[in-house]
Each structure stands twice: as structure tokens, then as C-alpha cells.
């Protein structure tokens, strides 16, 4: 009998699956996945919410499938999800690698970046943050923008802003870095002359020192119900420095934001339970962060260092 021609024993290969060559779309899966919000990877990645979202649509495209499932306040990986986790989660590992051959780059940072913060801020924190920067990057160059008005991002007035509300606009970089308040101070030595007040009324001598051509509405501050004030300002100027100054050598009453009082000597919060407004500190950039090496270095200081100043402020109230 003739033989029958032997099998072919070799393995079939399988069909080739969805590829997936996108580096983008998996960085985002891995934030997602890893925080469980589109909000928290954003932030992490120092892009935007919906920049995220649609990375996570398009790779759910490519698999033709979902990836996460919505909960109350977080998304729920799938089974797939999971798989596709586990074979990926190592190129995070390789990027951080690779970024430690070019830690010498940090050394060689060059340009200006420009950066905003209100007068207290840029005098109290942002400036002393900034200048030591300076001193490890040789090349790089800062143009700060003191003004207690918002300068536009898009603009590009300034390239990064510190703020105390968030932003409007959709393609602007902005991360909530923590909360402060607004309130009544004094100093030590002026409680001692005076005592310290239980409401608005104070002794002739004393003063407050207030806004001169300017004018803020005071309704906004109050925590409780009062009758219309009629504050009389002795010390009159619109800017925020001098009066401050004036606080911190006893002559006075006013407004200091809660995490920098708690950093100038003999300051005392007054009329607490009366008195205060939460602020929310936000730092926002124009998109051009993603692009620019020498803003990515100042975002990353700014970043941390006012983290870590807010999480040790006084809470707010």
C-alpha cells in the first residue's frame, strides 16, 4: 500500500491580533487602571481628563472591547483589562529606566520660562521655591509675573500660573495642589495693647489695614450672619505687602492667607469663627508643558514643593 505523506506537525500560527503600537494609548491605560479615575491619571500624566478618555476609547477600539466598567467614583477593570495590565505594566518600568540615562539632561535645562503668581505668593512662596531651582539648572531662566490679576495662559502671557481658582478653559494643563483660607490676623504684641477682639468693633486707636482706591466686598468673608460693617480702613493702599508689613509689626488687623501666616513669626488668627474664605490653590500651564523640557523641570518643583507646603498649612476654619 502506498504511504500516506507524513502530517504536517508545525503549528498553525494564529491570527495576527490588533496592534498595538500606540504608546500614548497604553500610558494612559496604565494611569487609569493604577488610579481608577480619568481625573487622578490626567493629573499624573500632566495631561487633560478628556485627552485621557479618548485614549482609552481608541484603545477599546483597537480590542474591540471594554476595558473598564463605571462605578460610583472610579472605573473597574475588566478581565481583559487585567490581562492586558499585566502584559504592559513592565514598559512603565523601561521608560523610568531609560529616563535614568538622560539624568544628566536635567544638568543641561536651558531657556525662560515665565511664571505668574499673585504679589503675596510670588513674595512668600513662589520666589524662594523658584531661586533655588535656579541655582541647580545654570541654563534656565525665570521671568516672573506679579500681579494680583489672572494673566492668560493662552495667551501666553505667562507659561505657568499659580492660582486660587481653576481655570475655564478645556486645554489648559491645571492640578489642584491643595486648599488655604483666607483671614484675620494680628500679632502678638497687638493683643497685648488690645486684646483680642470677639467681633468688629475695635478701639479708635486700633485699625485695619484695608484697600485704598481698590475695593473688595466683605459679604463673601463672613461666616455668619452681621449687620452692614462700615470698616474703616487707617491704613489705606492697594497693595497687599505693605499692609501686611504693617500686621507683622503689631500696628494692626488684616488678611493673610492660612499658610503663609503660620510661617511669619507672632501672627495669631482673630475672629476665626467670623471670618475666612477657603481658597484653592491651583497650577496651571499652557499645553506646551508636554513639549518644553525646561517647564516640565519648574512644574515639577512647583508642583511638589506647594503639595507639600498645603498638606502642612493650618487647615482651613
Known amino acids: 500500500m502506498p ?4 502530517a504536517d506537525t508545525a503549528a498553525v500560527a494564529p ?3 490588533p496592534a498595538l503600537t500606540d504608546w500614548n494609548l497604553l500610558r494612559s491605560f496604565i494611569a487609569v487602571h493604577e488610579t481608577g479615575t480619568l481625573t487622578e491619571a490626567a493629573r499624573r500624566l500632566g495631561s487633560t481628563q478628556p485627552s485621557v ?34 502584559a504592559v505594566a513592565g514598559m512603565k518600568q523601561a521608560v523610568a529606566s531609560a529616563q535614568g540615562l538622560f539624568a544628566d539632561a536635567q544638568e543641561r535645562v536651558v531657556g525662560t520660562v515665565r511664571v505668574a503668581a499673585s504679589e503675596v505668593y510670588a513674595y512668600h512662596v513662589v520666589t524662594p521655591i523658584l531661586a533655588a531651582l ?22 501666553r502671557d505667562a507659561d505657568i500660573a499659580v492660582r486660587f481658582f481653576r481655570p475655564e478653559q478645556d486645554d489648559l494643563i491645571a492640578v489642584h495642589l491643595g486648599d488655604t483660607e ?11 495693647r488690645f486684646g483680642e477682639p470677639t467681633d468688629f468693633s475695635l478701639p479708635d486707636e486700633a485699625f485695619v489695614a484695608g484697600f485704598d482706591r481698590e475695593a473688595a466686598p466683605i459679604g463673601p468673608f463672613l461666616k455668619q450672619p452681621a449687620p452692614a460693617l462700615s470698616v474703616r480702613f487707617r491704613l489705606r493702599t ?11 509689626t503689631g500696628g494692626g488687623i488684616g488678611v493673610f492667607l492660612a499658610d503663609v501666616a503660620a510661617e511669619r513669626p507672632g501672627l495669631r488668627r482673630v ?27 519648574v512644574w515639577a518643583r512647583l508642583e511638589s514643593r506647594l503639595r507639600a507646603r498645603l498638606l502642612r498649612s493650618p487647615a482651613p476654619g
Open 271 to 297: 475672629l476665626a469663627d467670623r471670618f475666612g474664605l477657603p481658597q484653592q490653590v491651583w497650577l496651571c500651564a499652557h499645553a506646551e508643558l508636554r513639549r518644553s523640557a525646561s517647564m516640565r523641570v
Open 3 to 6: 504511504r500516506k505523506p507524513a
Open 15 to 17: 491570527p495576527p491580533g
Open 238 to 248: 492697594d497693595a497687599m505687602l505693605p499692609r501686611q508689613a504693617a500686621v507683622e
Open 53 to 86: 478618555g479618548r485614549h482609552v476609547r481608541e484603545l477599546e477600539s483597537t480590542l474591540g472591547e471594554a476595558l473598564f466598567v463605571r462605578r460610583p467614583g472610579r472605573l473597574e477593570p475588566t478581565q481583559r483589562a487585567r490581562a492586558l495590565y499585566a
Open 182 to 192: 483666607l483671614g484675620l490676623y494680628a500679632h502678638e504684641s497687638y493683643l497685648q
Open 134 to 155: 535656579l541655582g541647580e539648572h545654570p541654563g534656565l531662566e525665570i521671568a516672573l509675573s506679579v500681579s494680583n490679576s489672572a494673566d492668560n495662559l493662552l495667551r
